[in-house]
Structures are given as structure tokens and as C-alpha cells.
């Protein structure tokens, strides 16, 4: 059972930043595709990032030139780097990971942007 915990967020005002880890049990590979997702009360969750083989990214509209994902395979690790923070972005954020082609979530970390 692969797990991933998921740290980093917390509350911090309009215009600040900050980054969230997810700490895979198992390692990871560049060929392991891994995101993060964000979902907010009575909404849908939403792809924000991902990063797969060859270390292609992508990002959703809404967060394209604030938000960067990467990956550190030694540490088995991803990370979101969270800049300029807007209220819009408050949500519970989940790591995914897709490993030997079996998909694997997190517990998620609340990201709250508030002034």
C-alpha cells in the first residue's frame, strides 16, 4: 500500500506563498506521473499540476505563471510552489500519484487565502 502525505499548507493572506510536499512511501520514478489537485467546498476537485515522464508539466489556466510543480525522486517527493496567492485559491489540496499504473491519493492539506 503506497502512501502519500501531503504538508505545507496552512493560512496566509493575499500575495504570499507557499509550498506543499508530498511525501511518497514507496520511490518514484520519472516515468510515475504525479499531480496535485484542489478542491473547494461544493465544488469538484480540479487538476492544478502535474508533472509526468520526461518531466512534462502542466497547469491549469487559473494558476499558470504562479504555481510550479517538481519533483525530487530521491527524496521520493513532489512539491507546489504556491506564489502570489490569491482567495480563489482556497481549497483542500490532494497529492495524486499514479505508480505501476495504479493511482494513489493523499488526505489532502487546506490551503486558506484570506485577508
Known amino acids: 500500500q503506497v502512501q502519500l502525505v501531503e504538508s505545507g499548507g496552512g493560512l496566509v493572506q493575499p500575495g504570499e506563498s507557499l509550498r506543499l510536499s508530498c511525501a511518497a512511501s514507496?520511490?518514484?520514478?520519472?516515468?510515475?506521473?504525479m499531480g496535485w489537485y484542489r478542491q473547494a467546498p461544493g465544488k469538484q476537485r480540479e487538476l492544478v499540476a502535474s508533472?509526468?515522464?520526461?518531466?512534462?508539466?502542466n497547469y491549469a489556466d487559473s494558476v499558470k505563471d504562479r504555481f510550479t510543480i517538481s519533483r525530487d525522486n530521491a527524496k521520493s517527493t513532489v512539491y507546489l510552489q504556491m506564489d502570489s496567492l490569491k482567495p480563489e485559491d482556497t481549497a483542500v489540496y490532494y497529492c495524486?500519484?499514479?505508480?505501476?499504473?495504479?493511482?494513489?491519493w493523499g488526505q489532502g492539506t487546506q490551503v486558506t487565502v484570506s485577508s
Open positions: 514507496v520511490k518514484i520514478l520519472n516515468a510515475d506521473a
Open positions: 508533472i509526468a515522464g520526461a518531466g512534462i508539466t
Open positions: 495524486r500519484a499514479i505508480i505501476t499504473f495504479r493511482t494513489y
